[in-house]
């Protein structure tokens, strides 16, 4: 089956740093689709990213779509509280009609006081 | 993940029982997922339905486990006779019915088996 290799597995940063993140695949995808999951909560969407080579924003994070299609790199500069959790990145296959999704094994973030 | 609505939140079942799993998903969606998270996993997929139809079961353990999504009412993940390894979260989502790529999460239902 498809894999998705995401690294870091972990990331302490302070307070105000950038962070960068990276998923790789054995497959073409056709959508790459960020989530963040707090403890105890579903994952929620920050970036969906649909063409090959596409850059998107969403407030302080980046995301784009490489080339390839076979990977993908989110980014969030000044780091807040908040950002706190993991990250997970999710592909989904270059197949009509199937909105199935194959996720990463997630990026925790901790921000260090 | 507003709006697909999962329950109960939180489930304990002694082995043997059986777990129902409840997903109401976004107004307007016709498409439904599940997808299990074990602890320290990322989510992987498991069915995906449409109203009356199972469209794509390849991540459904082959026994005990059931989906359904009838015409009227939620989608329903179903596990008989549960075993310790079945304690996860199961996520359900959903998307419009024209498809897309844009697919929302519900909070989860987290199962534990004692």
């Known amino acids: 089956g498809q894999q998705l290799n995401q690294s870091p597995q972990s990331m302490f940063i302070q307070e105000g740093e950038d962070v960068s993140m990276n998923c790789t695949s054995s497959?073409?995808?056709?959508?790459w689709l960020w989530y963040k999951q707090d403890p105890g909560e579903g994952p929620v969407l920050l970036i969906a990213?649909?063409?090959?080579?596409e850059l998107t924003s969403n407030g302080r994070l980046t995301a784009q779509f490489g080339t390839t299609r076979k990977d993908s790199f989110l980014n969030i500069s000044a780091s807040i509280p908040s950002d706190v959790g993991i990250y997970f990145c999710?592909?989904?296959?270059?197949?009509?009609?199937?909105?199935?999704?194959?996720f990463g094994t997630g990026t925790r973030l901790t921000i260090i006081p | 993940n507003a709006g697909v609505m999962q329950n109960p939140r939180h489930l304990v079942r002694r082995r043997g029982q059986e777990a129902r799993l409840r997903c109401s998903p976004m107004?307007?969606?016709?498409?439904v997922y599940w997808y299990r998270q074990l602890p320290e996993e990322g989510l992987k997929f498991m069915v995906y339905?449409?109203?009356?139809?199972?469209?794509?079961e390849s991540g459904m353990p082959k026994e005990r486990f059931s989906a359904e999504f009838p015409k009227e009412g939620p989608s329903i993940l179903r596990i008989q006779q549960v075993v310790r390894g079945d304690s996860a979260a199961y996520f359900c989502?959903?998307?419009?019915?024209?498809?897309?790529?844009?697919?929302?999460f519900g909070e989860g239902s987290w199962l534990t088996v004692v």
């Open positions: 339905l449409q109203k009356e139809n199972i469209i794509d």
């Open positions: 989502a959903s998307s419009p019915p024209e498809g897309g790529n844009t697919i929302y």
């Open positions: 497959s073409i995808f056709n959508t």
């Open positions: 999710a592909g989904q296959p270059y197949d009509f009609g199937n909105e199935k999704l194959t």
């Open positions: 990213l649909y063409k090959a080579g």
């Open positions: 107004k307007g969606h016709s498409h």
